[in-house]
């Protein structure tokens, strides 16, 4: 791959999410040689995606070149590459750009969308894990309603104007709300000659409740808001099949719909040599001790969603969120540190700082430790921590300058079909 | 295409760049029914282009829906469509969507690039006339730099990090103005590990001049703001041939280089039934009089890059810029009212606004009427006159706060591959 070894150990890290960023983050200013390898070349801002989706926000402002991040730690090195294989036992791996050695190799991969072995689903529902995913979803929208315009046949346009979003954790809840929100204040304007009055978003859960992660109180409260939005919520429905047209439920209900938005689960994204039943977890996350130390094996290690760490309070790993990541990204940082110097490592001890979520404009939900509220000022808070959380002064800016806007306009303007998204052959057009 | 026939009568424009745009906005307010159709459902302010190509502005900033500027035309519909062909004596087109019919026809349909017959420079070259163009241009740049990194071949490292633009017009000034300073302030801090100084960015011109539409004044000190910067600008020399590896000229030069940008040449987008060699002046663009109006067919009128009004200060027709196109829809606007209400038309009378172009930071070159001026003051109105132009409050905003922050930070943080683009099979890979 290119890259001379140093002197000191080299600590490779697959994935430039959360997890991967802050542990190159502590790394940074020990002896040690850094190299991060990510398939794409920015780290996504993952609970900021149904914006990109819903045309509220331009994907560039919720991602930041990962070289950029790196640009100061003159230890770490980047390569934009796709990891296909770990060889354990030679300590290297096997990569699309060549090969690479590792003395300490750091699994923070992340999740996949888990679709439960659904072909017909996989092959015909949208995801939105990725940017370029997001984008598909937004043309996708989009060319639903210019389509159902030219079309006389009444069902075919309700299909087409029909949302089916299944699942209902923090990703489908804030989609749905969006949805629901861009139906109410912009459809009407944009689509004059639409009775847009006729689209319908649906919110498909297999539980009882929606964000079931959160407390009792917060689900209650999201689900007032959005059913107040207009969204139907259905409780206790599993969708059981999607063959691009009808939906099908185990109960008798089936909907008739042009999209449907999958955010029913996330497995781990393991590689290729880990991948032994051993290793794995309940949905495919790799089981680690409390120093993320991949069973069996000392000198691999796995932080964020991909690991599995059991701990009391959580006995099927920490939720799959960003504030594990981080922190098992931090803690990893240290241990490594300690390793080297023959220090003993410490446990991992998890500092729940809560959580929150959106259903749309002046709504949100938080849960903190002591303290659970909902409404305007969950929503300002809301915001603001995910300002925070943000990479990037000019991404904080600029996002905060759409926010305002679609706040104060009720709009949302970033609704181009920049690349248009054709689901019927699963390919991008290569539409110049 | 399901579009009710009102009793007023019908103006079908195709193309929403500025000349369809202000057209609608003129027939607005009268009793007309407007079609506006693009394969497009934005606008694109294509002066800044070549900011979303070189990761300083995102794409979203420098488009806007076009459903979104027609929202207050309650006599204006939009559908999305690209046109195969005009049924002159039926006054209906086809469309992809279906055929509909006119009473009065607009080409506004802008221009294209102009390869002049060359195949190998057709099929390897990179252009930058559209959104998704110049996404893929962003793309092939840093992937470029990131495959340079893996070679340990010193000619094939220097292909990829050698970038030859053909054609010294505002595009490719303020591309290779652009690469130079990305070349001076980015490179060095992402690509540590890459001798980035080896970057060489060519400008070359078949013309003994940079910017010839602009005054000879404008031109030096448009060369000298490059020269300064470090581009190579060659002069009186033609590029012949590119097979995707080396550029051949009618000179001894030749230039080894993964990325040739061919801005070299545009021609008018005509459309199959206007085609006839009758109809077209040099360069593909269709022969209008002074009213617009399509030679020999009443009641098709052609405005913008598309048109080829000639007249005695341009006599090969107007520059095929914003500004024709924004006034020559105007007054079409305005004529096709006369027309329905029966009173003479009148001729096109063009109000020169000056032209400008900028090289890079505080290095711009201005021609108005009376006064020409070159530098930081020059720069400074290069910017107000883009914001000014720019539709959409929230676009100006972003764009302005990208521009501040791009100056104060000498940064450019929108270079993220969202979509990698592979120039070998010239597809975009589906990579999720």
Redesign the interface.
């Known amino acids: 791959?290119?890259?001379p070894r140093l002197s000191c150990p080299r600590v490779v890290i697959i994935g430039g999410g959360f997890a991967g960023i802050s542990l190159a983050k502590k790394l940074s200013k020990h002896d040690v040689q850094v190299v991060l390898l990510d398939?794409?070349?920015?780290h996504t801002f993952q609970p900021l995606l149904y914006q990109v989706s819903t045309g509220g926000l331009?994907?560039?402002?919720i991602?930041?070149?990962i070289?950029?991040i790196l640009?100061d730690f003159?230890n770490c090195?980047f390569?934009?590459a796709n990891v296909l294989e770990i060889n354990t036992e030679k300590r290297k791996l096997i990569t699309n750009?060549?090969k690479i050695k590792y003395d300490y190799l750091v699994l923070a991969t992340g999740s996949e969308t888990n679709f439960f072995g659904n072909k017909t689903i996989e092959e015909n529902s949208m995801v939105m894990k990725?940017?370029?995913?997001s984008?598909n979803l937004r043309s996708l929208i989009?060319?639903n309603f210019?389509e159902a315009?030219?079309?006389?046949d009444l069902n075919e346009r309700l299909a087409l104007m029909n949302f089916v979003i299944v699942g209902a954790g923090p990703t489908g809840v804030e989609l749905a709300g969006a949805l629901a929100e861009i139906k109410k204040g912009i459809l009407p304007?944009?689509?004059?000659?639409l009775d847009t009055r006729m689209a319908q978003i649906n919110l498909v859960q297999s539980g009882d409740r929606v964000l079931k992660e959160m407390t009792i109180q917060a689900s209650e409260k999201a689900e007032g808001f959005l059913e107040k939005l207009g969204v139907n919520v259905w409780k206790n429905v599993c969708v059981t099949g999607y063959d691009g047209k009808t939906a099908t439920t185990d109960k008798e209900i089936t909907f008739e719909t042009a999209t449907l938005v999958w955010a029913a689960g996330v497995k781990g994204a393991t590689i290729k040599g880990v991948e032994a039943k051993e290793f794995l977890a309940k949905g495919n996350r790799i089981i680690v001790n409390e120093f993320s130390q991949v069973k069996g094996i000392d000198n691999i290690f796995a932080v964020g969603d991909v690991a599995c760490m059991e701990s009391e309070e959580f006995p099927r790993g920490y939720p799959m969120m960003a504030q594990p990541a981080i922190q098992q990204g931090q803690q990893l940082g240290d241990n490594l540190v300690r390793l080297l110097e023959n220090e003993p490592l410490k446990p991992f001890e998890y500092k729940d700082k809560g959580s929150m979520a959106t259903i749309g404009r002046n709504k949100a939900v938080v849960d903190l430790k002591n303290i659970r509220f909902q409404g305007v000022f969950a929503w300002f808070v809301w915001m603001f921590v995910h300002l925070f959380f943000l990479i990037?002064?000019?991404?904080r800016?600029?996002v905060f300058?759409?926010w305002v806007?679609n706040y104060i306009?009720f709009?949302r303007?970033?609704?181009?079909?920049?690349?248009p998204y054709k689901k019927r052959n699963?390919?991008?057009i290569?539409?110049?």
């Open positions: 791959m290119n890259i398939k794409h070349n920015y331009e994907p560039d402002s991602a930041y070149p070289r950029k640009k003159s090195s390569r934009l750009i060549g990725t940017i370029p995913q984008l989009l060319e210019e315009l030219l079309t006389s304007k944009d689509y004059p000659d990037g002064f000019r991404n800016v600029v300058v759409n806007y306009r709009d303007e970033a609704r181009l079909i920049i690349r699963k390919q991008f290569n539409h110049l």
